[in-house]
Nanobody, 117 residues
């Protein structure tokens, strides 16, 4: 199983970024894909989750209305569209894959998002 993120970077407050996560080595169509983030000195936080099979989504309250998780244009990919970014969104964002019936999850290497003026 491989999970790889891309799309991080630096942006001013109010700006937008789109993160992409491409996964392989498992049945993507029945998996659950989740974006997490970890800011310096803080614990890992679930940001957004997409059940690929059902299409249902979940978001942490602090990003509702600003972030959108969806399937990407590329096969076996998900995207996280982040709008109206705030300094408190600064973190390493990591993609997590949970294949159906898998005893474990799989992580990408993470991508840095920095929001600063």
């Amino acid at each position: 199983v491989q999970v790889e993120e891309s799309g991080g970077g630096s942006v001013q407050p109010g700006g937008s970024l789109r993160l992409s996560c491409v996964a392989s080595g498992f049945t993507f169509s029945t998996s659950i894909m989740t974006w997490y983030r970890q800011a310096p000195g803080k614990g890992r936080q679930l940001v957004a989750r997409l059940n690929i099979g059902t299409g249902s989504t979940n978001y942490v309250d602090s990003v509702k209305g600003r972030f959108t998780i969806s399937r990407g244009n590329a096969d076996n990919s998900v995207e996280l569209q982040m709008n109206d970014l705030k300094p408190e969104d600064t973190a390493v964002y990591s993609c997590n894959a949970l294949p159906k019936n898998s005893p474990r999850t799989f992580w990408g290497q993470g991508t840095q998002v920095t929001v600063s003026s």
